[in-house]
């Protein structure tokens, strides 16, 4: 197996693991903010305690350790933004609103890596936005708040993606992570005072929510974090964000099982959805014809 075949294999598993991040969000009671910051202090703190992430993170210099904790800035905001979105919506619309990475991802990553604009990328992009509008159209206008927090969500995920695709390769997988979310688990405490909230910025979860906070941190985020970040050595960020487009999909198909989302949302969501994610099989056609 190639290593361009076994990167596209791992960021697919990624993505079915990301599919239930929707979910467990929507399943812990604690608020966005809360679920954030617990999420990355749990994964930060775990991989602190790996010798190996100290001895990869001292032979660092400080400069490239000072744009790995800005990106961590990028990933707090978009868990913290993607998160408010299924507090607001459900989870089926703001896992759909990740779909609009590919037209953010075919303007910016261009711009972070110093080329020209591909225009198959922008023709890929521009293919999503019919569905998009099917999508919006048909979102109930009590969630039509939730799917805006969640487009901002997309924009900060495309930023997070492009900045990870240029400086992956200039350390340690484990010891991006720990440094990304280490940081952005330090904004979010500098934050909290700031944003208004009932009682206490991060209250202690209960036990059902310590299970699922645990799952998420463990199953769903260091796992896939880690793995995406060695993908992305091997296949572009434009690749990884569009099968990453399939994680509507999964969280669609849970949320409907779990939480009969399917009644809050009509057949012209579901057809946006569809157009959405034929880009994403579009897409490797097109590059094997090429």
Known sequence: MTAHSK???????????????????????????ALVWWRMLLVSGLVLLLPRVWRSLRALPPRLIA?????????????????????????????????????????????????????????????????????????????????????????????????????????????????????GTVLLTLLAPLLPHDGAAFPLPDLRDTVLLLVLALGCTLLPFSLSLVALRHISTFTAQLAINLEPVYAIVLAALLFGEQRQLDVYFYLGVAIIIAAVLLQPLWERRR
């Open 7 to 33: 990167a596209l294999l791992q960021i697919h598993f990624c993505v079915v693991l990301w599919g239930l991040t929707a979910i467990l969000g929507k399943m812990i009671s604690l608020p966005a903010m």
């Open 67 to 183: 744009i790995y904790a800005g990106i961590g800035w990028l990933v707090a905001l978009h868990w913290l933004s993607f998160y408010a979105a299924v507090k607001l919506a459900n989870a089926s619309i703001a896992a759909t609103s990740m779909a609009l990475c590919p037209i953010f991802l075919a303007v910016i990553e261009p711009w972070v890596a110093g080329r020209a604009l591909n225009p198959r990328e922008l023709t890929l992009g521009l293919f999503v936005l019919p569905g998009v509008v099917l999508v919006v159209g048909a979102t109930p206008e009590g969630m039509q708040m939730g799917l805006l927090v969640g487009v901002v969500s997309a924009l900060l995920a495309s930023l997070f993606a492009a900045f990870n695709k240029r400086y992956v390769h200039a350390a340690d997988a484990l010891s991006v992570t720990a440094i990304e979310l280490g940081a």
